[in-house]
């Protein structure tokens, strides 16, 4: 069905794919696992010539024998939708805001005179028939990316690739979108390429693995076999970056001593209009604890953590910080922010692209009126967030900066104003495998060298294994069960918490 046969690709003199060749037949599926700019997403862009013009592609990209490197323009547009088809990483990005779902999963069949039903298509997903007039907007993460899969196969294809189709996804929704793959591949012996650097996605959804680095495939075979005994260094470094939920191995935390509460939360509710989003939770963080707060999308976390940010003023109930109870206003709340930080989930989108690193670390030193030489307090910031020597970084802009580094200059806008407490939401959801375990590994010796405590806001189980001291479960605006990682994560005394459990891929 499709067969890569010495693909290079250059962008100007960079060759960002090196020499790879890969074959894939119906009903097969197989997994492209490899970190950012290793090549895989060039590779699936390759396949339907979606690349931009300035990429000069070299060998064959045979697609049922035919070579689309040299179709017509007539010839390519009938086999996109139709032959090959592809769901994008970024469903709310790739969907019309302004168009019902149910027009644009007609969009393609008409275009191709494709006889189909949206409602087929939809029941095909998952989906109720009603969502056809919804918006996108009106749907949440795990059903706008269904509708990128119904919209796949609106055309019938024979392959279909599948671009990082669950990262932004929380844990339980992940594993309904692969269930729903998987059922489909096997239903209508579709060939299934599916691209992530994830290796527990691809574990639970492909039979084969082709690993990628520096745009060349440095090892492929069984899932199994790749991922149990791997031959090359970077697939034995992806395997091992994944925390196991109960090997010891992957709890890089000690056990904290028993500490006075730096924060309490107690029989807080925040309400939304109707809609009660936090419904009377109590919650307690001691002076340099971790405490991580996980739950699916939706269930009260960000908005939990911006009431304890004084960014939300709560319907009732009561934030204590150091035995003071949080003002809500005026220089005194000010002041509280500034001992109380918020990392965000997105580097990329809390870093303004105009302001350099220098610029984007002094902001919090700026606003609150911080006195002392800025330079040397943004250096020293810089430098305890393992960026060295700050010199090669004061004058960078976002842009130069790879997300791992993005995320340290996230984290020493925080530092620099020498908090008490960290917010960290979703810290390393957006990272490649090695460097969420460099962001783990700094968050934990800010901990140890600074006494800093930190709320940890995650979907991600294996996160709270590998960090937190003591664990807090989210569901539906309350907090369902609360403990040392080992009692929560081994010992779950919560339906909720043991379905978030089983939902967990493992490598």
Request: glycine share 8%.
């Amino acid at each position: 069905m499709l067969e890569l046969k010495n693909l290079t690709v250059h962008y100007g003199h960079k060759r960002v794919v090196d020499d790879v060749s890969l074959l894939l037949a119906p009903g097969q599926t197989l997994g492209l696992a490899g970190e950012s700019g290793s090549g895989k997403s060039t590779v699936a862009m390759s396949v339907l010539r979606l690349l931009p013009r300035t990429a000069r592609v070299g060998g064959e990209i045979l697609l049922d024998g035919d070579d689309v490197r040299t179709m017509s323009w007539g010839k390519l547009r009938a086999v996109r939708w139709a032959s090959a088809s592809i769901v994008f990483q970024g469903a709310m990005h790739s969907l019309n805001p302004v168009r019902r779902v149910g027009d644009q999963i007609a969009e393609p069949m008409r275009l191709h005179g494709t006889n189909g039903s949206v409602d087929e298509l939809l029941d095909q997903v998952e989906l109720p028939k009603d969502k056809a007039r919804a918006y996108p907007h009106e749907l949440s993460g795990g059903q706008k990316q269904r509708v990128m899969i119904a919209m796949a196969l609106a055309c019938g294809p024979r392959l279909v690739i599948a671009d990082e189709p669950t990262t932004a996804l929380d844990v339980v929704v992940q594993a309904q979108v692969l269930k729903v793959m998987k059922r489909l591949v096997a239903e209508q012996d579709l060939g299934l390429l599916m691209i992530s650097h994830d290796l527990s996605v691809l574990a639970e959804t492909c039979d084969d693995l082709a690993v990628m680095y520096r745009g060349q495939v440095v090892e492929r075979g069984s899932t199994r076999d790749v991922i149990a005994n791997p031959r090359h260094p970077h697939t034995a470094a992806l395997t091992a970056a994944f925390p196991v939920i109960g090997d010891p191995a992957h709890r890089w935390t000690e056990p904290a001593e028993p500490s006075a509460p730096l924060l309490e939360v107690r029989e807080v509710k925040v309400d939304y209009g109707r809609t009660r989003a936090v419904d009377g939770v109590d919650l307690t963080i001691g002076r340099g604890e971790i405490v991580a707060l996980v739950g699916q999308s939706g269930s009260g976390k960000t908005t939990l953590a911006r009431t304890i940010m004084g960014l939300r003023k709560p319907s009732s109930g009561r934030v204590i910080f150091d035995g003071v109870e949080v003002p809500r206003k005026g220089k005194a709340l000010k002041a509280f922010r500034r001992q109380v930080q918020l990392v965000l989930q997105d580097p990329a989108s809390a870093l303004n692209p105009r302001h350099k690193v220098l610029d984007a670390v002094a902001e919090g030193l700026r606003v609150h009126g911080i006195p002392g030489d800025e330079e040397s307090l943004v250096t020293a910031a810089v430098e305890r967030a393992e960026l060295r020597p700050a010199s090669l970084y004061l004058e960078a802009l976002p842009h130069e900066l790879s997300g791992g580094q993005q995320q340290r200059v996230v984290i020493a806008g925080a530092l620099v104003l020498q908090p008490r407490l960290l917010v960290a939401d979703e810290p390393v959801a957006s990272l490649d495998a090695s460097v969420r375990g460099e962001i783990v590994a700094l968050l934990l010796r800010l901990r140890r060298e600074l006494g800093l405590a930190s709320l940890i806001i995650t979907h991600d189980l294996g996160l709270a294994w590998q960090i937190a001291d003591r664990v807090a479960v989210m569901h539906q605006g309350k907090i369902v069960e609360q403990g040392s990682v080992e009692q929560v994560l081994l010992n779950p005394s919560h339906d909720y918490t043991r379905a978030l459990l089983r939902a967990v891929p493992q490598v």
